[in-house]
C-alpha cells in the first residue's frame, strides 16, 4: 500500500514570503495531522482533520498559517507571511483511528522549509 | 493538557549493552502509547504500542510495558546493535485522536 505522500521535500524562502505544502495520505485514513518539528525537538501537532473537518487547530498559529482538506482526502499547509523561526521540517501523518488499536499513525517523508 | 516527558539525551551505548529510555507521560483518560522510530536519513516510523495498562508492546527486540500506576512507558532492548543508532520518540495520542510527543532520545551505538 502506499504511504503518506508529501510536496516539496525542501523549499527554500525569504522572509515574508508564503509557502504551501501538500499531503496526501494513505487511502482510507480519515485522520490527518500537521506537525512542526523544529531542530532537536519532537513533533509539534499543528492541526488536525477528521475527514474535512477541523478536530483541533489549538497550536496553529492562525495569524500567518491555515490548512484545508478539502473532500476529506489531501491537504494543503500555507503559511504567509513567513518568519525566520518558521524554519523547520513539515511533517504530515495519517491514522486510521476508528478503534484503540489503530491509532498509530503513518507518516510521510517531510518537508524541510528554510526561511533566510 | 497532555504531555509526554522523555530522558535527555544524547544517549551512547557500545554494542551489545542494555538499552533504557524512559518516557512518562500526563493524560487524562487511557492514552494509547507510542514509540516512534527517526532512522539517519529517514521519516518517523512506529516503532511499537500499547492501548491498555499492563499491555506489552515488542519489535525488532525493543519492549515497553504501558504502567498505569506510574505514568511510564520506558523503552528497553537487551542487546543494542550499530544499526538501531537512531532517533526515539515516546508519544501518546488520546481517546479523541489528539496527539502528544517527546522531544526525542537520540542513541548512538558504537561498534
Known amino acids: 500500500e502506499a504511504g503518506v505522500a508529501q510536496s516539496p521535500r525542501y523549499k527554500i524562502i525569504e522572509k515574508r514570503q508564503s509557502v504551501a505544502f501538500w499531503c496526501n495520505p494513505i487511502?482510507?485514513?480519515?485522520?490527518l495531522y500537521w506537525y512542526q518539528q523544529i531542530l532537536g525537538q519532537g513533533p509539534k501537532l499543528l492541526i488536525q482533520?477528521?475527514?474535512?473537518?477541523?478536530?483541533?487547530d489549538s497550536q496553529l498559529p492562525k495569524d500567518r498559517f491555515s490548512a484545508e482538506r478539502l473532500k476529506g482526502v489531501d491537504s494543503t499547509l500555507k503559511i504567509q507571511p513567513a518568519k525566520l523561526e518558521d524554519s523547520a521540517v513539515y511533517l504530515c501523518?495519517?491514522?486510521?483511528?476508528?478503534?484503540?488499536?489503530?491509532?498509530?499513525?503513518?507518516f510521510g517523508p517531510g518537508t524541510r522549509l528554510t526561511v533566510l | 493538557g497532555n504531555s509526554v516527558t522523555q530522558m535527555e539525551g544524547p544517549v551512547t551505548l557500545s554494542e551489545e549493552a542494555f538499552l533504557t529510555i524512559n518516557c512518562t507521560y500526563t493524560?487524562?483518560?487511557?492514552?494509547?502509547l507510542f514509540w516512534y522510530v527517526q532512522y539517519p536519513g529517514e521519516g518517523l516510523q512506529l516503532l511499537l504500542k500499547?492501548?491498555?495498562?499492563?499491555d506489552k508492546g515488542s519489535n525488532k527486540g525493543f519492549e515497553a510495558t504501558y504502567r498505569k500506576e506510574t505514568t511510564s512507558f520506558h523503552l528497553e532492548k537487551g542487546s543494542v546493535q550499530v544499526s538501531d543508532s537512531a532517533v526515539y520518540f515516546c508519544?501518546?495520542?488520546?481517546?479523541?485522536?489528539?496527539?502528544?510527543f517527546g522531544d526525542g532520545t537520540t542513541l548512538t551505538v558504537k561498534p
Open positions: 501523518a495519517s491514522s486510521l483511528l476508528r478503534t484503540r488499536s489503530s491509532r498509530e499513525q503513518f
Open positions: 487511502s482510507g485514513h480519515a485522520t
Open positions: 482533520f477528521q475527514n474535512n473537518g477541523v478536530v483541533d
Open positions: 493524560a487524562t483518560g487511557y492514552p494509547s
Open positions: 500499547a492501548t491498555k495498562a499492563d
Open positions: 508519544a501518546l495520542t488520546s481517546y479523541a485522536g489528539k496527539s502528544t
